[in-house]
């Protein structure tokens, strides 16, 4: 119960911290660190990317998905189905739909074959609100990204995509968080 209250207080911290961004400041943070990020050796090799949809003041993915779409890669947005989160393909011009906790995801029509790949993924974006040096993080509470991580973490390398003021010697964790294997701020790139 301690670990959770110490994680909510982080988390309302830094919320607020992260939402008082103007979107100039949002857009310029955005881009050094995805420039940074498609640059590295984990994006490069990566065949089927699993990014997020931003939402509010979370750092920007489009340039990545652009980028990986425009060099003929597989490109996936998650979905929440139950109490999981899976992912689905994405073109360039897929329509996207307002889903659970009002972000967006990939549309697919009832009658279409599942056509999810989470299994298939080798690379995966995370959001999160406050990180450590140590690659842990603190989500929205929710618990999908950490369940996800701990089925696949022996195939996929996992990346937390970050501002720098994000970033802080640790957090409170408990058993069922998991480590991320890299961290890409505005500033530097860290690997766990």
Do not use: W
């Not at 909510?8 to 420039?35: F, G, H, P, T, V």
């Not at 640059?39 to 980028?67: C, H, M, W």
């Not at 060099?71 to 947005?77: E, F, M, P, T, Y």
């Not at 989160?85 to 697919?108: A, C, Q, W």
């Amino acid at each position: 119960m301690v670990v959770n209250n110490l994680k909510d207080k982080m988390r309302r911290i830094m919320l607020e911290k992260r939402n008082s961004l103007s979107a100039s400041a949002i857009n310029i943070k955005s881009e050094a660190i995805q420039q940074r990020f498609a640059n590295s050796d984990e994006f490069n090799y990566a065949r089927i990317l699993a990014s997020y949809y931003p939402v509010g003041s979370e750092v920007r993915t489009q340039k990545i998905v652009s980028i990986a779409l425009k060099s003929n890669r597989l490109v996936a947005l998650p979905r929440i189905v139950g109490d999981h989160i899976k992912f689905y393909p994405i073109l360039s011009n897929t329509d996207l739909i307002v889903g659970k906790y009002g972000i967006k995801e990939p549309f697919i029509p009832s009658d279409s074959s599942d056509s999810c790949v989470s299994d298939n993924i080798d690379l995966l974006l995370v959001p999160g609100i406050v990180f450590d040096t140590n690659g842990f993080r603190i989500g929205y509470g929710y618990g999908y990204y950490d369940k996800f991580i701990a089925r696949k973490k022996n195939s996929i390398v996992s990346v937390g995509l970050a501002y720098e003021f994000q970033v802080c010697e640790k957090v409170p964790r408990s058993d069922n968080d998991q480590k991320i294997n890299v961290l890409v701020t505005e500033k530097r790139t860290l690997y766990f």
